[in-house]
T-cell receptor, first 113, second 114 residues
């Protein structure tokens, strides 16, 4: 079962920042927070992941609260092509192998013109 | 560097036939994951394999489904005696043995059972 809760859907205006929240109150100390998205029926696309510190890459920023019980994915300048289902996932990483990703229902982000 | 390659992209089978879906992981990746997505639903984990080993098959139906990842060649997801309820998109993902931790997904194989 997914260990995260997300809103069902969210709208955002094109060009504005999209802030996507995620709760993971039962996260353990060695579990990472991952974000993926699925555009229409394509394969899921990796966005970003983090453990404790905030992370930024060319796609997005990930802000993790100090207690690690929640996080926010930030798309700084949303475009119409960012319309997708966004998945927040907690995942354990072990040396020599990796745990599977468990997808929940995700959150549908609609970017409007 | 080619991504995860899945084929066929679309497959049509009649009830009772067999479906074979293939997945070639990214170069250098030795871990493969299979997921199924029913229409209008989320992705459900099926099986996680490393070369010649099944690591986690907790999501695989007990009957008719099998998966392998041989030493040479692609990973194969095999569905025997398909039924209409098997109609879905099947996604494969791969990851390196260690480092980064991202799973890279293919574009999926869409199975339609008539």
């Amino acid at each position: 079962d997914a260990k995260t809760t997300q809103p069902t859907s969210m709208d955002c205006a094109e060009g504005r920042a999209a802030n996507l929240p995620c709760n993971h109150s039962t996260i353990s100390g060695n579990e990472y927070v991952y974000w993926y998205r699925q555009i229409h029926s394509q394969g899921p696309q990796y966005i970003i992941h983090g453990l404790k510190n905030n992370e930024t890459n060319e796609m997005a920023s990930l802000i993790i609260t100090e207690d690690r019980k929640s996080s926010t994915l930030i798309l700084p300048h949303a475009t119409l092509r960012d319309t997708a289902v966004y998945y927040c996932i907690v995942r354990l990483l072990t040396q020599g192998g990796s745990e599977k990703l468990v997808f929940g229902k995700g959150m549908k982000l609609t970017v409007n013109p | 560097n080619a991504g995860v390659m899945q084929n066929p992209r679309h497959l049509v089978r009649r009830r009772g036939q067999e479906a074979r879906l293939r997945c070639s992981p990214m170069k250098g990746h030795s871990h493969v994951y299979w997921y199924r997505q029913l229409p209008e639903e989320g992705l459900k984990f099926m099986v996680y394999l490393q070369k010649e080993n099944i690591i986690d098959e907790s999501g695989m139906p007990k009957e008719r489904f099998s998966a392998e990842f041989p030493k040479e060649g692609p990973s194969i997801l095999r569905i025997q005696q398909v039924v209409r309820g098997d109609s879905a998109a099947y996604f494969c993902a791969s990851s390196p043995a260690w480092g980064g931790g991202e799973l890279f997904f293919g574009e999926g194989s869409r199975l339609t059972v008539l």
